[in-house]
């Protein structure tokens, strides 16, 4: 038996095909090649799947050929078929992965490479110029120029800037090749536990939170703190002219995920920009209204990617913004 299609790829008709051996028709190699194969069908009862190559017309083929096989009424063997598959282009998409990957993988080691480079090279020139500063500052204080004493000042806060966003610049570096380990979160106890630590460092502050019964969570616990602190200091940052500043933090399950929220009354953003929302060193506000680098929400997103989870926002100028981010129910499978 033959079909139309095997009588075209080897330029004859099923008719002509049909009671010839297989080297009248196709080259010695390869039907050596299929008869090795049908024995192995024929000597151990089982199908066999391989990939095979061949020129057809002046083209390069890769086929996925399956070898089964055929038996009677009594079980008896009688016979192999053969089915063989144009997979050519499946072939070229996954060469072409595999390309991509390796080239991500290139990537991932130098950038691994840039930020030791950075956490070396470029913070001893900031040490100095921030130590230089203050040592000129501390002897000629009283010789200095009010404008003079301005432009040391600007120094050594720009610097101090610079060495913050190359610490950000380390985490978030980090945050694409560390280790995650799920467990099952007290989400309601860790929200709390870092609401008190940014209250101790905002003692000055008017602010209130307002925590609804928080479901737990299935994370990294390490990692899912991370998130929690940025985007509750973030709603902290942003409410700075407000009186009380106030933060919300809840929950509700939808398709087997929570989905956590965190809610505040600050300043709120243009959705328009909502694309610089979340990747690195971008700001909607200026460094002057509100310190900050513009990682931490990039930290946020990528923690939660990993977790195989969506971050996305609301928000109106002056009318708030609304954080969320999701976390599976169920501890999936080591």
Partial sequence: MANKAVAEVLNSTPEQMIGKKRHEFMPKDNADWHEANERQVLESGRAREFEEYSQVKGRAITWLTIKFPLSDAQGMIYAVGGISTDITARKQVEMELMKQTKELDDANRELESFSYSVSHDLKAPLRAIDGFSRMVLKKNVDNLSEDTLR?????????????????????????????????????????????????????????????????????????????????????????????????????????????????????????????????????????????????GLAIVHRIIVRHGGRVWAEGKVDKGAAFYFTLSQKVPLP
């Fill in 151 to 295: 432009k040391l000042d600007v120094i050594r806060r720009n610097a101090e800037k610079m060495s913050v966003l190359i610490d950000d610049l380390l985490s978030f570096s980090k945050m694409l090749k560390s280790n995650i380990t799920v467990s099952e979160i007290n989400m309601d106890k860790l929200a709390k536990e870092v609401w008190g630590e940014i209250q101790a460092a905002n003692t000055e502050r008017e602010l209130e939170l307002r925590i609804t019964s928080m479901l737990p969570g299935n994370g990294d616990p390490t990692l899912i703190r991370q998130v929690l602190f940025n985007l509750i200091s973030n709603a902290v940052k942003f409410t700075k002219t407000r009186k009380p500043g106030i933060i919300e933090v809840g929950c509700y399950s939808e398709n087997g995920n929570v989905v956590y929220c965190v809610k505040d009354n600050g300043v709120g953003f243009d959705m328009a920009y909502y694309d610089k929302l979340f990747g690195v060193f971008q700001r909607l506000h200026s460094y002057v209204e509100y310190e900050g680098t513009g990682v």
